[in-house]
């Protein structure tokens, strides 16, 4: 069977999945909050969460756009599971990987994805795919931890040597400089702290060309 993602990714989020929302509660609606305080929505929009998780993006924009059309993907099933329970049937959700995704090309107004970047063994791979399903005009935004914070920096270098499901940070020039080179015309490029620890970053960028 092909693989969604590297065993230690699914295996880490099936553990994970069931404490992940109360564990991760502070960072996950900040981060979520932050990433959508930077990207303009239309209630009309077509959204896809890459690297949806437990669905806390997609919770968030249903509250405030009863209409919007949600889509998810994520490597894990447990962690899409907590996301079908708290969506219901008003998101549509897929088991993918990021770096193939089972989607139409230009199918969305917007693509998201937060905290999942640094996980991803073909970053790359993976923003042209996010290039690809995203229409002409809209917008990718991507949010991740930042190693251009000291506290992230010393997190990443910890996280590499223990523990298998994480790959690698990234700087906000890494970041930006991955969306420009697949053909991404970078809107807003921000880095952030929401606490002591945690650095974040948001780009934002826009699909200037079919
Ligand atoms: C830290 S969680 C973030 C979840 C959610 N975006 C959030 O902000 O709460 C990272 C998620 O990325 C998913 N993931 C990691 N690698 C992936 C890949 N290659 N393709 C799809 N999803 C992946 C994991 O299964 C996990 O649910």
Redesign the pocket.
Known sequence: MRQ??PDP??AE?ARLSHQYDHR?SFY?SQ??EETLRRVPVQPSDRVL??????G??LQALRQRYPYIALTG????AE?LAVAAAKLGPSARLCL????RLPLRGEAFDLVV????LH???DPAR?VAEMRRVVRPQGRIAVTDWCRDFWTCRLLDQALRRFNAAHYRTYTLAQCAGMLQQAGLRLERVERYKIDWLWGLMTVVAVKTSA
Do not use: E, P
């Not at 969460?49 to 437990?54: A, E, L, P, V």
């Not at 993907?73 to 894990?76: F, K, R, T, V």
């Not at 993918?96 to 770096?99: G, K």
């Open positions: 969604i993602a990714i699914r989020y991760w996950v981060s979520v969460d890459i690297g949806c998780g437990t806390t993006l993907i994520d490597a894990s962690m993918a990987s990021a770096q994805s937060t905290s999942a996980y991803f063994r993976a």
